[in-house]
Each structure stands twice: as C-alpha cells, then as structure tokens.
C-alpha cells in the first residue's frame, strides 16, 4: 500500500533535487504517462534506497527512522554520483572531475547517467531562486473571504501518494471555500512535482470546479530553484508567496519562510530561516490597519497567522553560538514579535507532526499542522522536550503540548492531519481532524472522526 512506502526526503537542495529527477526518471521508465502513486511508485526502488543510503550523516532524511536497505549492484554508483552532486553544488570543480572520470570506467547501470544529463538540465532551468515582491503595502490584499467561510489548512502535503489524495477527498468533504496549503511538495518542488503531486491529485478530486487554492512556499518547494513554485503560482492565480486572505471580521496572513531555508547542509542543524525584511514591513502594516474600511466603532480584525517554518518547537529550531539547540527562532520573534499580541492564531508545517502548544514566547496559540502526507513510523517524531533545548528569554522552561493532543497512529505509522477553520462573522472555531493512512484510499474515504482538538476564538470588538 502507498502509505507504507518508507520515503525519505533530504534535507538538502541539491540532493531534494537529485531524488526529484531521480523519481521522475523511474517514474518515467515505468509508466511512461507519469506515476499516479507519486513518491511511492519509485521510494522503494534500489537507486532511491541507495542514493538516500549514501547521504551523508549531516543531512537530515524526514521520513521513517529506518535506514534504507542498499543493494550491492547500486551502492558504489550511488555513492558516487552522491558525491559528484555535492562536489558540484559546493564548487568543488577538481574533485567533480574526478569523480566524473572515475564514473566513465566504471559499469553502472544507464538509469544513473540519464538521470544525471536530467539533473543538469534542471541546474539549469532553475539557477535563480523565485520570490516576487510587493511594490505598494496594498498589494497581494484579496478580499475573497465570506463572513461565513470554511477555510482547510493541510501542511507538508505534496506528495502525490494515495493517502495524499484520500486526505484532499476527506477535506473536500467539508465542502471548504479556501484551501491553503502551508508548503513542501517533494521532493524538491521541481514542474514536474508541481503538477504530479499537486496539481493533478486537486484536479482528481474537485475536478473542473475546486475551491479558491493557494500555497505557501516551503523549504522543499525551492530546493530546486523554485520554477516550479513559480509556475504553482501561475496556475493557481496566486499572486506571490505571502498574501492576505481578508474579509470583514478576519485576515488570514500568509508568510514566506522558506526564501531563507539555509542552503548549505552542514548549516543545516542550525538553519534559523527569516522572512525578508520588506516582507516584515508588509505583514505589520496588515496588522495595525486591522480595522481598516471598518466602520467606526466596528473593533478590528483578528488576525491568523499562516507560515511553513515553526516559530517554535520541541526539537528546537537551530543553535546558539554555544551550539544549545534554541526552542525559538529568535529571527523570526524578532521579526514578528511586534505583532504577537494582536495575532489569535499561528498555524504552520514543516515538522510532520502535529503539536498543540500551550501558549509561549509571547503567542497565544502555535500550531504545528505537518503531518499531512509524509509517512512516519511510530515514534520518528519527537514529542517529548530535546534535552538541554533552550528557552527564550523571558520564558524559564521550553514550550509545552496542550494535554490530550498528541497525534495517534495506526500501530505502525503516525496518522495524516489537517485543520478546519470556521468562520461565522467575529467567531473562528479551528478543527484539527486526523486519519489513519492506512485506511485512506481513493475513492473509499470514511468520513472525517471526531477532531482531535477544537478551539474557537473572538475577533476583537469595538
């Protein structure tokens, strides 16, 4: 079954684009019009096992905590071209050369030089990363919000698997008016995996009359480059990779993280992301105009926060200069702590789990919501405080789960997840909905449980 495939994801650009190519050409020799089981058609395949085998330690894989088992016959040529993508990406030219001599004498199987002749094409189609800017503190404002609107929030959910999809029908239940994806299709967000795992599984299940989409940019989403994010754009009518979803009583703030996801994989334990500072000033402006076209006296709107990157977190989100593992970004508190009071509400991604905080470092309520797509064994994620994890300054202990909360699990794999925002005029009620992977198949969706937490919160009054 698709959601027992052990896929793993790098952390690590070049390498996400080396699996994304490397996919797409299995993908290709083995069902020429594209693979309708997404990462699981090829995740299994000894030249993926073996390439995430031969990564080195530093790179973090999401996924399973289980090391892939790594053929004879595709574990030196593996290792290799491996190696040869990193010396490239690091600039390392003499060893590169070395490496692609080394590679002319030896016998490996043609699956690796098509798909490194693919790699360098997709180096180059997508040399500059994407990021498109405002030029007025007005743009990218889009008023498409109903007072009374259903808006789903899936995170890390671009896959293109079977469960995938089943989790979209599960959502496409609730008959939402929004759907907001919080970013990551894998396994590097190249056009290829836009369409397979984004575009087609929407197309599937809400045929030629979706809801309003849109999508924040991940880490994945440009370890590529981010063409394809581009292109995501393009297709959706999104305008650029933060905007303001608003109506009269509410405004959902959706920001860019993952523009300064940390490049370099031997930064990567300490990747402290931020958002750019134009972008900072844009989303502050949106939270002192709250009441802006409100009549007098009508209060303001609450303000949601929509991000991939976490503001923080148990396993901690990179490291001082001492190397302790910080509980949170201080970038990104600095950058938004202004704000922090006036925001009811901080959903993110990126870690595949889904985490309830109590509130902390000036937020009343952080959300993690990444655990829509990506399969994880039972206790891959860490749901207890990392040892030695350091607070911020005002805060004595680390961040805390609200009792009650933690995701369940089908006895082998974590469940999938995703959230239901309500919207009835100045009340918001948030529905965290989680479904055993094993019992999402396309086509035979059971009907959404019970939600695992629910919560409802005012907009402010005059």
Not at 400 to 425: C, F, K, M, Q, S
Request: glycine share 8%; with cysteine; net charge neutral.
């Amino acid at each position: 079954m698709g959601s027992r495939t052990h896929v793993l994801t790098l952390r690590h650009p070049a390498l996400a684009t080396w699996q994304s190519v490397l996919h797409q050409v299995l993908a290709r020799r083995h069902a020429p019009a594209g693979s309708a089981e997404g990462l699981s058609a090829t995740a299994g395949h000894p030249a993926m096992t073996c390439t995430v085998g031969a990564a080195p330690e530093e790179v973090a894989a999401h996924g399973t905590s289980r090391a892939p088992d790594r053929p004879k016959g595709f574990d030196t040529c593996a290792r290799l071209f491996v190696r040869l993508v990193l010396a490239r990406f690091h600039g390392r030219v003499e060893e590169a050369e070395l490496l692609q001599s080394e590679l002319r004498f030896l016998t490996c199987d043609p699956l690796w030089a098509e798909t490194w002749l693919e790699y360098e094409r997709t180096h180059l189609r997508h040399a500059e990363r994407f990021y498109r800017r405002h030029t007025s503190l007005d743009d990218f404002i889009l008023p498409e919000l109903p007072e009374k609107a259903t808006v789903a929030l899936l995170a890390d959910w671009g896959t293109g698997m079977p469960d995938a999809q089943a989790l979209l029908e599960q959502v496409a239940a609730f008959r939402p008016d929004v759907i907001v994806h919080l970013g990551d299709i894998y396994y590097s967000g190249t056009p290829h995996e836009v369409r397979a795992h984004f575009l087609t599984p929407f197309s599937r299940v809400f045929g030629t009359h979706p809801p309003r989409v849109y999508s924040l940019a991940g880490n994945h989403d440009r370890y590529s480059g981010g063409e394809g994010y581009r292109q995501l754009l393009e297709a959706l009518g999104q305008p650029a990779s933060y905007f303001c979803l608003r109506n009269r009583f509410w405004q959902l703030l959706a920001v860019d993280t993952g523009f300064h996801d940390a490049p370099n994989p031997r930064e990567l334990a300490a990747t402290l992301t931020r958002l750019e500072d134009s972008e900072v000033a844009w989303v502050l402006d949106k939270v002192r105009r709250a009441d802006e076209g409100l009549p007098p006296g009508a209060g303001r709107r609450g303000t949601v926060l929509l991000s991939h990157h976490q503001l923080f977190t148990f396993a901690g989100v990179g490291h001082d200069a001492r190397k302790r593992p910080l509980a949170v970004n201080p970038n990104l508190h600095a950058q938004l702590g202004p704000a922090l009071p006036d925001v009811a509400l901080w959903l993110w991604g990126h870690e595949h789990n889904v985490l309830v905080f109590e509130p902390y470092a000036g937020l009343q309520r952080g959300r993690c919501i990444g655990a829509g797509a990506v399969p994880n064994l039972v206790n891959a994620q860490l749901n207890e405080t990392r040892a030695g994890l350091l607070p911020p300054p005002g805060e004595s202990r680390p961040p805390r789960r609200v009792p009650g909360t933690r995701l369940g699990n089908d006895g082998v794999v974590d469940n999938h997840a995703y959230a239901i925002l309500t919207l009835e005029g100045p009340r918001l009620t948030a529905r965290y909905y989680q479904a055993r992977s094993d019992v999402l198949l396309p086509g035979k969706v059971p009907p959404p449980g019970e939600p695992l937490y629910v919560e409802t919160v005012e907009a402010p009054r005059g």
